[in-house]
């Protein structure tokens, strides 16, 4: 299974932004799929994860009300629709899929079973 990210920019704070993350090799609807964003110097923060189906989603405070994570598994594809963006916003988002949903386990970033490349977020002020 591999994961693609992109859909990432140079953007202005304010602006949107919706990158997306291809599964390919696996079908996607086998995994609950989580968004991470790393700055250099820094570990992976964990941004948001959503179930197999989508119906469940779970958010770090600093992004939630501003961040929305779906997902089309016809396309096998998940997308980070980034609202509000502001320049701490600003990283390397990678996604990883997981065969189980459990909170804790995307809060943290263990134990994923794959990750995939990343796609860089630059919102400047």
């Known amino acids: 299974v591999q994961l693609q990210a992109s859909g990432g920019g140079l953007v202005q704070a304010g602006d949107s932004l919706r990158p997306s993350c291809t599964v390919s090799g696996g079908t996607a609807s086998w995994y609950a799929m989580g968004w991470f964003r790393q700055v250099p110097g820094k570990e992976r923060d964990f941004i948001g994860a959503?179930?197999?189906?989508?119906?469940?989603?779970a958010y770090a405070d600093s992004v939630k009300a501003r961040f929305t994570i779906s997902r089309d598994n016809a396309k096998n594809t998940v997308y980070l629709q980034m609202n509000t963006l502001k320049p701490e916003d600003t990283g390397v988002y990678y996604c990883?899929?997981?065969?189980?949903?459990?909170?804790?386990?995307?809060?943290?970033?263990?134990?994923?079973?794959?990750w995939g490349k990343g796609t860089l977020v630059t919102v400047s002020s």
């Open positions: 959503t179930s197999w189906a989508g119906v469940s989603t």
């Open positions: 990883a899929a997981d065969r189980n949903y459990r909170d804790s386990d995307f809060r943290s970033g263990l134990g994923m079973d794959y």
